[in-house]
């Protein structure tokens, strides 16, 4: 007889109540709305903000037990949150010329440890750290701005820099340091977004609220932290220069589309392209293999387009080559 598959009662019933209070917010919010929009318009802005923190598993446990510990001071930019930290958790492997490991949002420096082993053996030091409300870093609230200042804290404290390797919202966090003029000679973005405002658009809509909402909730955006929405809100392709830069992407991550890695990857004049399948939007960070060619290529000995078939790159209409790895965890 098949046995069937074990379940988890506890966690059934937590995804059952997170629906149901989806449904009643849905409900209830565009109602209060009509009547106090300012108030909900706020809400939605800290919602927006808010990073959910997650346990750290047992694999990036044992990547840190190998890592020294160490803090850096950091001031937070203008519009931080009051209670924004002034230290940042941070973690450092080997030495040598210094890359830096930048996770994405509601990530955490350690889910970064994948690539530190294969940097090591190359003959660099790699350095991760929490951004400000991630992971054992202090705070609340978090934003771009805060994000993109503490690369630039740390670049600063721990470089120069080598190279870079971000994580989806954390490249957008690069891209917008590299444009304020963080130096680097090598960067890898790990399934960038093209557009990260369409993570503020689906805060609106998870709320059941009009989509104009999303242009107030910019304005305040724009006038908190002194920025032009419209010029970071792009910025992995904004940020577009000759550093050489490798993207990978998996097919199917359905968090930051495949298409917009694309995007970005056509946007970057010396841009190559390393594409997954089945690995999704995290599993591609934990992959041995896609660890081991990132790092080749920041260390300059791995190129994706060493051996590709010419008649792949024009069937894809990329300027650079594509190699497909892993299908699961390795």
């Given at each position: 007889m098949e046995k069937k598959p074990k379940t988890n009662p506890k966690k059934r019933t937590n995804v059952r109540s997170l629906s149901l209070l989806l449904r009643a917010l849905?409900?209830?919010?565009?109602?209060?709305?009509?009547?106090?929009?300012?108030?909900?318009?706020?809400?939605?802005?800290?919602?927006?903000?808010?990073?959910?923190?997650?346990?750290?598993?047992?694999?990036?446990?044992?990547?840190?037990?190998?890592?020294?510990?160490?803090?850096?001071?950091?001031?937070?930019?203008?519009?931080?949150?009051?209670?924004?930290p002034r230290e940042l958790a941070a973690w450092s492997w080997g030495s040598g010329s210094t890359i830096l490991l930048v996770h994405g949002w509601e990530g955490r420096g350690s889910q970064m440890g994948a690539f530190a082993a294969p940097l090591v053996e190359a003959g660099y030091r790699a350095v991760t750290f929490d951004s400000p409300a991630h992971g054992e870093t202090g705070g609340s609230l978090s934003s771009l701005p805060e994000m993109t200042n503490a690369v630039a804290v740390v670049a600063a404290a721990v470089g120069p820099l080598h190279g870079?390797?971000?994580?989806?919202?954390?490249?957008?966090?690069?891209?917008?340091?590299?444009?304020?003029?963080?130096?680097?000679?090598?960067?890898?973005?790990?399934?960038?977004?093209?557009?990260?405002?369409?993570?503020?658009?689906?805060?609106?809509?998870?709320?059941?609220l009009p989509d104009r909402v999303y242009d107030h909730l910019t304005r305040a955006i724009e006038d908190r932290f002194?920025?032009?929405?419209?010029?970071?809100?792009?910025?992995?392709?904004?940020?577009?220069?000759?550093?050489?830069?490798?993207?990978?992407?998996?097919?199917?991550?359905?968090?930051?589309?495949?298409?917009?890695?694309?995007?970005?990857?056509?946007?970057?004049?010396?841009?190559?392209?390393?594409?997954?399948?089945?690995?999704?939007?995290?599993?591609?960070?934990?992959?041995?293999?896609?660890?081991?060619?990132?790092?080749?290529?920041?260390?300059?000995?791995?190129?994706?387009?060493?051996?590709?078939?010419?008649?792949?790159m024009a069937h894809l209409g990329l300027r650079a080559g594509v190699e497909c790895v892993g299908v699961g965890d390795r």
């Amino acid at each position: 007889m098949e046995k069937k598959p074990k379940t988890n009662p506890k966690k059934r019933t937590n995804v059952r109540s997170l629906s149901l209070l989806l449904r009643a917010l849905r409900v209830v919010v565009p109602l209060v709305y009509r009547i106090a929009p300012r108030r909900i318009e706020k809400l939605a802005l800290s919602h927006f903000r808010t990073p959910h923190t997650h346990r750290r598993p047992g694999r990036e446990e044992e990547w840190l037990a190998t890592a020294q510990r160490i803090a850096i001071k950091i001031d937070p930019p203008r519009g931080a949150a009051a209670d924004s930290p002034r230290e940042l958790a941070a973690w450092s492997w080997g030495s040598g010329s210094t890359i830096l490991l930048v996770h994405g949002w509601e990530g955490r420096g350690s889910q970064m440890g994948a690539f530190a082993a294969p940097l090591v053996e190359a003959g660099y030091r790699a350095v991760t750290f929490d951004s400000p409300a991630h992971g054992e870093t202090g705070g609340s609230l978090s934003s771009l701005p805060e994000m993109t200042n503490a690369v630039a804290v740390v670049a600063a404290a721990v470089g120069p820099l080598h190279g870079l390797i971000a994580h989806s919202f954390g490249c957008a966090a690069a891209a917008l340091a590299v444009e304020r003029g963080l130096q680097l000679q090598r960067l890898a973005f790990i399934a960038p977004p093209a557009d990260f405002g369409g993570f503020l658009l689906r805060t609106v809509r998870s709320f059941g609220l009009p989509d104009r909402v999303y242009d107030h909730l910019t304005r305040a955006i724009e006038d908190r932290f002194d920025i032009s929405w419209e010029a970071v809100r792009r910025i992995t392709m904004e940020a577009a220069n000759d550093t050489p830069l490798l993207v990978a992407h998996d097919r199917g991550d359905p968090e930051t589309t495949y298409e917009g890695g694309l995007q970005v990857h056509r946007a970057w004049p010396r841009s190559q392209l390393l594409t997954t399948d089945g690995l999704g939007h995290r599993r591609i960070l934990r992959s041995r293999e896609v660890a081991t060619k990132v790092a080749g290529f920041i260390a300059e000995s791995w190129e994706p387009t060493a051996g590709l078939p010419a008649q792949e790159m024009a069937h894809l209409g990329l300027r650079a080559g594509v190699e497909c790895v892993g299908v699961g965890d390795r």
